[in-house]
C-alpha cells in the first residue's frame, strides 16, 4: 500500500511538472538567447511557440514556429520541428540535440531564392532558385558529419549589367558516411550552356570543396566561353579542371 502511495505521488509530481511546463510562457527564453541572436518577439509557450522575427548577426530570418516534443527528454536528447519563413526562404526539419553536442535534423526542406541573404559563400550576384530535401543531416563539432539527400539549383545567372545564364544543377549525397570522412555529393548539370561533372565534399572548419570538370556547349555566351579560358587549356575533348575552397 505503501509503495502505491508512493508511485501516485511520484506520478502526480510529474504530471504537475509537465502541466507547468507545457504551459510556460514562450516569452521566458529571451534571456536564455545567445549573443547574436534575438527575437523581436516571442509568442505561445516553451513548447509550441513562434518568433516573430529571427535575427542572427545582424541577418534577418524572418519567423521561426516550433513545437518541442517531451518524449525524447527521457532519453536524453532536446527534440523539436522547426518552421522558419521569410519572403525567398523557407526551411522545415525535424531536429534533435543529445548530451553530446550532436545535432540531428530529418526531412530537412529547403526553398531559397539566391540573393535573399547575403551568404559570405555564395557571390552577391549570384541569383537562382535553390530546392533541398535531406533526409538526414548531421552536425557536431562545428561541421557536417554525415549527409544524404538532394540539392537543386536552377536557372542560375550571374552579372548585374551582362546576365550570364549558367544552367541548372543537382548535388547529390547518396548516404550518410559512417567513418572519418566528410560527406561528399556528387555534381552534375540538368541542362544549359555548361556540362558539369563533379563534386562537393564538407571541410573543416565548416567550409567546402568544389571540383570537378567543366565545358562549354554550343549555346553558351561568348563571355562565358571567355571566362572558362581562365581555369587553363582544356583537354582532349574540351574539358577544363575546376576547384574552389571557402567557408561559411
Same mark, same amino acid.
Given at each position: ?39 523581436? $518577439? &516571442?509568442? !505561445?509557450? #516553451? ?11 545582424? =541577418? %534577418?530570418? @524572418? /519567423? ?81 558529419? $554525415? &549527409?544524404? !539527400?538532394? #540539392? ?11 546576365? =550570364? %545564364?549558367? @544552367? /541548372? ?80
Amino acid at each position: 500500500m505503501m509503495r502505491g502511495s508512493r508511485n501516485l505521488l511520484l506520478a502526480g509530481f510529474l504530471s504537475f511538472g509537465v502541466t507547468l511546463l507545457v504551459g510556460w510562457p514562450a516569452r521566458s527564453l529571451q534571456s536564455l538567447l545567445p549573443a547574436g541572436v534575438a527575437c523581436s $518577439a &516571442l509568442t !505561445g509557450t #516553451v513548447w509550441r511557440g513562434h518568433c516573430a522575427q529571427l535575427t542572427v548577426q545582424g =541577418l %534577418r530570418f @524572418g /519567423s521561426v514556429d516550433w513545437q518541442l516534443h517531451p518524449s525524447r527528454l527521457l532519453l536524453g536528447s532536446l527534440s523539436a520541428t522547426l518552421r522558419l519563413d521569410q519572403p525567398g526562404l523557407m526551411l522545415a526539419s525535424k531536429l534533435a540535440i543529445g548530451l553530446t553536442g550532436k545535432v540531428e535534423a530529418r526531412d530537412l526542406d529547403l526553398r531559397l531564392a539566391l540573393g535573399a541573404l547575403p551568404l559570405a559563400a555564395v557571390p552577391a550576384d549570384l541569383r537562382g532558385r535553390v530546392v533541398a530535401h535531406f533526409d538526414a543531416v548531421d552536425w557536431r563539432d562545428g561541421g557536417v558529419i $554525415a &549527409l544524404a !539527400g538532394r #540539392v537543386e539549383a536552377s536557372e542560375l545567372t550571374r552579372g548585374d549589367r551582362e546576365l =550570364l %545564364r549558367l @544552367g /541548372s544543377y543537382e548535388v547529390v549525397f547518396d548516404a550518410a558516411p559512417s567513418g572519418p570522412d566528410a560527406p561528399t555529393g556528387r555534381i552534375k548539370d540538368l541542362g544549359g550552356p555548361l556540362e558539369v561533372t563533379g563534386s562537393l565534399q564538407f571541410t573543416r572548419p565548416p567550409g567546402y570543396l568544389l571540383q570537378g570538370l567543366v565545358r562549354s556547349r554550343p549555346e553558351a555566351s561568348p563571355t562565358l566561353q571567355r571566362q572558362l579560358e581562365v581555369l587553363g587549356p582544356a583537354d582532349a575533348e574540351g574539358r577544363r579542371t575546376f576547384a574552389q575552397e571557402a567557408t561559411f
